[in-house]
RNA sequence: GUGGCCGUAGCUCAGUCGGUAGAGCAUCGGAUUGUGGCUCCGAGUGUCGCGGGUUCGAUCCCCGUCGGUCACCCCA
């Protein structure tokens, strides 16, 4: 009972599993580089009012859900429970529009919200995403959403569904707002509890409400699209347009709505559909960004970025957990020997080759066993009394069940070539 | 945050109509004294999530709590 515990919805990823993330990082890592991005680390703790400026002080996140604390300084503090705002202080912070037009960036980190925990929802959860700075055109847009299908097409998630949607930009959201509350206050008692709440505070989240009664009633709310003005509404075709022509298969969801401020004009989101997701199938979101480098003090540069959710590729990507495995091990016949096998290990892993032994002393059977069940080694290099004082080991092939005797002073050369041979 | 379900050895799970519990896998040891993967034999472990209540007695019933999970909410 007293034993110490992991957090409520933060996990350990224990080495065995590693190899998945490894494998998700390195495709997400290889694309972005491909695509020009360069990665960016910024701290995972900042000032708490980046965040309620950034996201909005009437978000879920910064309302309820964020990790805030007070240093010992009296400074508010907060755990990132996103990638973009630090992002955007980083790149205003150290001047970089001043140095290049366009900036492109890449990160990958844990985030924290406090949420109630479920299947690919955790409170602290990783997020691979990129920010693209300075390029307020439509391409890019479209370019980023590529890039992100053909990263999940890598890893293997085939199944599938873009979703993109345009808020506008300038007052065009608020023009929208009002004339949505217009439409659903006369309903107000038919709302859902959580929709008459939302009607003051957020009337946008209404419309991707999953009750029925809502939907019925958003069903003759009027478009988003309508509101666009003639160059939000260039930028959304152009976005389409663009997409056509890359062959990235999408779908305009005009209820589509994200729960940050900052967005405007295009948003994105790309779902799964696999079991494994549960209702959390949100693989990665996205969308522009323009007004928020000035919000945040700095010049007007368009952006826009997204972020996908480790956790929840890799619920989709599967694959066993798997253990290292070992070029070379080494075991002793007598414990007398375990200086000698040190020794060996030593010159083995200098000359870069992958070495491990059990030099706890245990029988020569158990030694062999873990070589080849638990380290899966190649080849086993056998010490006895017998072989050292004639200077020489046994050097057993694992896979063809062979064995030699050889020369001390030979031995790393004999397994280099035999591990070269298998490979 | 709200509601439902679940919580037994390291893992997957069985079980006790309430009398303190087991199987497989895994681990370890052995099967001619220094040699793996197959086979056989053997060994160990659990405060039956935790706390409280009911009871002569609870792992099994009730309450709470923690954790997990599903739906809602929200989102990656």
């Given at each position: 009972?007293?034993?110490?515990?992991?957090?409520?919805?933060?996990?350990?990823?224990?080495?065995?599993?590693?190899?998945?993330w490894?494998?998700?990082?390195a495709?997400f890592?290889?694309?972005?580089?491909r695509?020009?991005?360069?990665e960016?680390?910024?701290?995972?703790?900042?000032?708490?009012?980046l965040?309620?400026?950034?996201?909005g002080?009437?978000?879920?996140i910064?309302?309820?859900e964020?990790?805030?604390?007070?240093?010992?300084?009296?400074?508010?503090l907060?755990?990132?429970?996103?990638?973009?705002?630090?992002?955007?202080?980083?790149?205003?912070?150290?001047?970089?529009?001043?140095?290049?037009?366009?900036?492109?960036?890449?990160?990958?980190?844990?985030?924290?919200?406090r949420?109630?925990?479920?299947?690919?929802?955790?409170?602290?959860?990783?997020?691979?995403?990129?920010?693209?700075?300075?390029?307020?055109g439509?391409?890019?847009?479209?370019?980023?959403?590529?890039?992100v299908?053909?990263?999940?097409?890598?890893?293997?998630?085939?199944?599938?569904e873009?979703?993109?949607?345009?808020?506008?930009?300038?007052?065009?959201?608020?023009?929208?707002?009002?004339?949505?509350?217009?439409?659903?206050?006369p309903?107000?008692d038919r709302?859902?509890?959580?929709?008459?709440?939302?009607?003051?505070?957020?009337?946008l989240?209404?419309l991707d409400?999953?009750?029925p009664?809502?939907?019925?009633?958003?069903?003759?709310?009027?478009?988003?699209?309508?509101?666009?003005?003639?160059?939000?509404r260039?930028?959304?075709?152009?976005?389409?347009?663009?997409?056509?022509?890359l062959?990235?298969?999408?779908r305009?969801?005009?209820?589509?709505?994200?729960?940050?401020d900052?967005?405007?004009?295009?948003?994105?989101?790309?779902?799964?559909?696999?079991?494994?997701?549960?209702?959390?199938n949100?693989?990665?979101?996205?969308?522009r960004?323009?007004?928020?480098?000035?919000?945040?003090?700095?010049?007007?540069?368009p952006?826009i970025?997204?972020?996908?959710?480790?956790?929840?590729?890799?619920?989709?990507?599967?694959?066993?957990?798997?253990?290292p495995?070992v070029?070379?091990?080494?075991?002793?016949?007598?414990?007398?020997?375990?200086e000698?096998?040190?020794v060996?290990l030593?010159?083995?892993?200098?000359?870069?080759?992958?070495?491990d032994?059990?030099l706890?002393?245990?029988?020569?059977k158990?030694?062999?066993?873990?070589?080849?069940?638990k380290?899966?080694?190649?080849?086993?290099?056998?010490?006895?009394?017998?072989?050292?004082?004639?200077?020489?080991v046994?050097l057993?092939?694992?896979?063809?069940?062979?064995?030699?005797?050889i020369?001390?002073?030979?031995v790393?050369l004999?397994?280099?070539?035999?591990?070269?041979?298998s490979k």
């Amino acid at each position: 009972m007293t034993t110490l515990r992991a957090v409520k919805g933060m996990n350990d990823v224990l080495p065995e599993a590693l190899p998945r993330w490894r494998r998700v990082e390195a495709a997400f890592r290889a694309i972005t580089a491909r695509h020009g991005y360069a990665e960016v680390r910024t701290p995972i703790v900042e000032p708490t009012q980046l965040f309620i400026r950034s996201i909005g002080e009437a978000t879920d996140i910064v309302e309820k859900e964020m990790y805030t604390f007070v240093d010992k300084g009296d400074d508010m503090l907060t755990l990132r429970p996103e990638g973009t705002a630090s992002a955007v202080r980083a790149y205003i912070e150290h001047a970089v529009h001043g140095r290049e037009p366009i900036s492109k960036w890449s990160y990958l980190g844990p985030m924290f919200r406090r949420e109630r925990p479920a299947r690919g929802r955790y409170r602290q959860f990783w997020q691979a995403g990129v920010e693209c700075f300075g390029d307020g055109g439509p391409f890019v847009d479209a370019e980023m959403i590529d890039m992100v299908v053909t990263l999940l097409g890598e890893l293997g998630v085939q199944d599938l569904e873009v979703l993109v949607n345009s808020l506008g930009s300038g007052d065009t959201r608020d023009r929208y707002r009002e004339a949505l509350t217009a439409h659903l206050a006369p309903h107000r008692d038919r709302l859902s509890e959580d929709s008459q709440r939302r009607l003051a505070s957020n009337p946008l989240r209404i419309l991707d409400s999953k009750s029925p009664a809502d939907q019925e009633l958003c069903a003759g709310a009027p478009d988003l699209v309508d509101f666009l003005g003639p160059e939000d509404r260039a930028h959304f075709e152009g976005l389409q347009g663009a997409l056509r022509a890359l062959g990235t298969p999408f779908r305009v969801a005009p209820r589509l709505v994200r729960g940050l401020d900052y967005y405007s004009r295009t948003l994105f989101e790309v779902q799964g559909r696999g079991g494994e997701l549960g209702a959390q199938n949100t693989l990665c979101g996205g969308g522009r960004y323009d007004g928020l480098v000035r919000t945040l003090g700095g010049p007007d540069v368009p952006s826009i970025g997204f972020a996908m959710g480790i956790e929840r590729i890799l619920l989709l990507t599967g694959g066993a957990d798997t253990a290292p495995t070992v070029d070379v091990a080494v075991a002793v016949a007598d414990a007398s020997l375990r200086e000698e096998a040190l020794v060996l290990l030593r010159d083995l892993r200098a000359a870069g080759l992958v070495a491990d032994g059990d030099l706890r002393g245990g029988s020569l059977k158990s030694q062999l066993r873990r070589a080849a069940d638990k380290l899966g080694a190649r080849a086993v290099l056998v010490l006895g009394p017998a072989e050292s004082e004639r200077g020489v080991v046994q050097l057993k092939d694992l896979a063809a069940h062979s064995q030699s005797e050889i020369p001390r002073a030979e031995v790393v050369l004999r397994v280099q070539a035999l591990v070269r041979e298998s490979k």
